[in-house]
């Protein structure tokens, strides 16, 4: 929902939201610093010339951003900056504001100086998870970024390249540029050490964690008048949808296709392949690499992940097409009546009432003989390839939901497909459908 179109009540409380945010967030920062294992790479310059010069961190961080807001008007130009002024005044009030809760933070602390090295270790971790929280209420908030994450995106847009790529050299340029200005200043490295690492590598899996569950956030802020009773969202445009959630070998395609043939309803599986490419303008290859697994490792994708934004707005491909896709499962789902498989539907179709949301598993040696049978798989080679493919949809599955795949309390129903006669199962799921479909 864009900032404009939102109601004053609505406004204020997202601003109230960002504000507590961005304090929590400084907290985390500071505290992480005072641990003295080093501090996040974007406020590693600022932090190295502050313990070698008059300036405080917080002055530093203000100074460090007025160039990156500097940086962003140079690759906007004229007509970029007319069309991002808003987001581009809304960077100042946020730099200054943040910088001075980073000096209060960072007063607060002063007495904080761990000595021993466990507690540091623990006071660089707890940081990071505060940290963690206040980019999650940040995003929640939705009302601005901060100038580290909107110079990104522009020069993602200008130099169309993947935001998580240029967020990593990004990172390391502000590391090494902290190193090198510690070297140089005071003839020593300072400000830049394991904890830094660590707050790379932990931030992103804390924000992951952390959104979904702070939706409850989300709701206080919309204005009451805004929302429909359940019943009136019901009324108004939900159809019943069959969501099948499965793991590979478990045979759910097929069953699935099963009960939208004797239901006399539409199957969406493969085929929302070309729908999927069509609505995000990918190749109807590049939505099939992308198609229900992360591109790289779990643990990467957490590192360069855009989390200070909404996925609806993210920059990276893999959120670009899981976006598209979730359009079109919710535009399938606005048309009638269908069983939609796997793609997270359980997730995108989580505000209709009517979905019947089912999951099927088995036993590993079930999977894997079908896996010989039907999909051509080596007998030796046929338990790690089942394993392997179940381990992609389940980080696919986390990464998007925040959930756990496969986690009976997620679904309505969850079917052992190795125990049970697949006619049993499609008249049970037709059973349940046909329960929620009656008036």
């Known amino acids: 929902m864009e900032l404009q179109t939102r109601s004053k009540q609505e406004k204020i409380r997202r601003y109230a939201v960002f504000f507590v945010a961005l304090f929590i967030m400084s907290f985390g920062v500071s505290l992480v610093t005072r641990s003295l294992m080093g501090t996040s790479p974007i406020s590693s310059v600022p932090y190295v010339l502050s313990l070698n010069t008059a300036l ?6 203000i100074i460090l951003n007025a160039v990156l807001i500097a940086a962003q008007l140079l690759m906007l130009g004229r007509d970029g900056i007319k ?6 005044l809304m960077q100042i009030p946020v730099t200054l504001l943040f910088g001075v809760f980073i000096d209060i933070t960072m007063a607060i602390l002063s007495s904080w100086h761990p000595e021993v090295y466990h507690l540091r270790f623990l006071s660089c971790v707890v940081g990071c998870l505060i940290m963690g929280l206040g980019i999650a209420l940040e995003v929640v908030a939705d009302v601005c970024m901060n100038s580290g994450e909107y110079v990104l995106r522009i020069a993602s847009r200008k130099l169309n390249k993947e935001f998580g790529t240029l967020k990593i050299m990004f990172d390391l340029s502000l590391v090494l540029l902290a190193l ?9 490295i300072d400000g830049v050490r394991e904890g830094t690492l660590i707050v790379a590598v932990l931030t992103g899996p804390v924000v992951r964690f952390l ?16 929302r429909l009773s359940g019943r009136e969202e019901a009324e108004a445009t939900h159809y019943p949808v069959i969501t099948i959630g499965r793991e ?29 490419a069509k609505e995000s303008g990918y190749s109807e290859a590049t939505v099939r ?22 996925v609806e707005r993210s920059l990276s491909k893999k959120d670009a097409l899981f976006v598209a896709q979730s359009r079109v499962i919710r535009r399938l789902a606005s048309e009638g009546p269908c069983v939609i498989v796997g793609r997270c539907s359980d997730f ?30 080596a007998t030796e080679k046929a338990a790690r390839h089942v394993a392997e493919s179940n381990a992609i ?36 799921v037709k059973g349940i459908f046909n329960a929620v479909s009656r008036p």
């Open 289 to 310: 690499d992308y198609d229900q697994r992360l591109p790289h490792s779990l643990l990467y994708e957490l590192i360069t992940e855009d989390y200070s934004l909404p």
């Open 83 to 88: 069309e991002n002024r808003v987001e581009l």
């Open 211 to 226: 959104r979904p569950r702070l939706k409850f956030i989300d709701r206080w802020e919309e204005a009451p008048t805004e």
């Open 393 to 428: 949809r389940r980080d696919h599955y986390a990464y998007y939901t925040g959930k756990t795949w496969g986690e009976a309390k997620n679904y309505d129903a969850v079917f052992d497909t190795s125990s049970l006669p697949a006619d049993a199962i499609v008249e049970a």
């Open 348 to 377: 995108v179709l989580r505000d209709n009432p009517c979905a019947v949301n089912i999951f099927f598993h088995a036993s590993a040696d079930y999977k894997a003989h079908r896996a010989v049978e039907y999909y051509g798989v």
């Open 56 to 61: 405080s961190m917080g002055t530093y961080i």
């Open 248 to 276: 590979y070998g478990s045979g759910g395609h097929d069953i699935g296709e099963r009960i939208a043939k004797e239901l006399g309803i539409p199957f969406y599986d493969n085929a929302m392949m070309e729908m999927v």
């Open 180 to 188: 090198g200005c510690s070297w140089l200043i005071a003839g020593r």
